[in-house]
């Protein structure tokens, strides 16, 4: 596998390294309020990359003003065989039932394969859930591309500045179908927590 792309193309491609993160993520509080919101809990618990990773969530930061030309996401993509692209806006005025889409968006669930996202502009929430059963909030803005593992519980939603701008990438022909909890006898839960289930235990 490794023998089909140089090494520069695999330097290229490697996630971010935990001392080299710019995302910010923090553990939900459990308000009830306006979802849009940052939902911190107070005083505010911040999550290290390190345990997104455990959970099997991969991050790049990447240069949103060259992405038709950029050689770091033309290796990730070929690296990771993300073959599909496609550039989606979500807003108020561009996106046609937008309030539904909004809260489908933000309903828990999980997917058959990866999800992933590049942020091209504007900003939004990722939240996965940790092994806890917490909601771990990730804050994406331009530039941060982020890959979600096949059967991961997680939701997105916009925040307060009710803009986005993201490019969706897929393996093969895309398939976006979400899949709400519960899941516990889905093929792709099984696997997620074979993966990742043991390992984040371990290293706890
Ligand atoms: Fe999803």
């Known amino acids: 596998m490794a023998g089909e792309f140089t090494a520069e193309e695999l330097a290229l491609a490697e996630p971010q390294r935990p001392e080299e993160s710019t995302l910010e993520a923090w553990y939900m509080d459990d308000s009830q309020t306006d979802q849009r919101l940052p939902h911190k809990r107070v005083p505010n618990k911040p999550c290290p990359l390190e345990a997104l990773r455990r959970l099997g969530v991969l991050s790049w930061r990447l240069d949103a003003d060259r992405w038709e030309s950029d050689p770091k ?32 968006f933000y309903e828990e669930h999980i997917h058959n394969d990866e ?57 093969g022909a895309p398939i976006w179908t979400p899949f709400n909890r519960p899941q516990e006898e889905h093929p792709s839960r099984a696997k997620y927590l074979a993966a ?5 235990v371990a290293a706890a």
């Open 73 to 104: 996401l033309a290796a990730i993509r070929k690296v990771r065989g993300y073959s599909y692209t496609e550039v989606i806006t979500i807003s108020k005025d561009k996106l046609p039932g937008y309030e539904e889409k909004i809260k489908m």
């Open 115 to 171: 999800e992933i996202r590049y942020i091209l502009d504007g900003t939004g929430y990722f939240d996965v859930r940790d092994l806890d059963d917490e909601w771990i909030r990730i804050n994406c803005g331009k530039g941060d591309m982020i890959v979600l593992p096949e059967g991961i519980y997680h939701r997105f939603t916009l925040d307060e500045r009710d803009y986005i701008k993201a490019m969706r990438l897929f393996v």
């Open 196 to 200: 990742f289930g043991g390992a984040a």
